[in-house]
């Protein structure tokens, strides 16, 4: 009984130690799931900056002419002459925002899923392999006790055949 023990301790060990490997390893599904969500999230990011670009590229071509920089300057609050300007007085209540934030970049929180070593997932399975060897060792212990009493006698056989 020993020897099957010991062969049911090494099969769990390895069955154990592949399929946390295979979930919780450095190329587990977890792992390769956040991955894939990362790699998303950058393709996005890098269509949004490309179009940043695009729409800088085009600014930049609308400023080169003077009818471009007349309108900047309007928008920007410039005046021209013969405008009549008026002047708010702030009640300074306006909230304060970051230059370069945006709404997008702040409710963005980064979740990262840090892989098993082989050794953590190794010793993971050794464990478990241990204590369900245990009680399979543990439940052949009782039911041959339960057993025993059943056996023949020492001296006897089995063979009680006569033929006279």
């Known amino acids: 009984m020993t020897r099957k023990l010991i062969i049911v301790f090494i099969i769990l060990i390895l069955c154990f130690y592949s399929l946390t490997l295979s979930i919780f390893g450095e190329r587990g599904i ?7 969500n990362q790699l998303k999230d950058n393709e996005y990011e890098l269509d949004r900056r490309e179009v940043e670009i695009e729409n800088l590229k085009l600014r930049k071509q609308e400023l080169s002419t003077e009818d471009g920089l007349r309108s900047a300057a309007i928008n920007l609050g410039y005046q021209v002459d013969g405008d009549d ?11 304060a925002v970051p230059v370069g934030a945006s709404a997008a970049d702040s409710g963005k929180q ?12 190794l010793l993971i399975s050794f464990c478990l392999s241990f204590i369900i060897t ?9 039911k041959g006790q ?12 089995g063979n009680n055949f006569d033929f006279d």
């Open 30 to 36: 977890i792992a390769n799931n956040q991955l894939k």
């Open 85 to 95: 300007v008026y002047v708010f007085q702030s009640d300074g209540s306006g909230e």
């Open 110 to 121: 980064v979740s990262s899923f840090n892989p098993w070593s082989m050794g953590f997932c």
């Open 134 to 142: 245990l009680i399979i060792w543990l439940f052949s212990r009782s």
């Open 146 to 157: 339960d057993d025993d009493s059943q056996q023949e006698k020492p001296g006897d056989t």
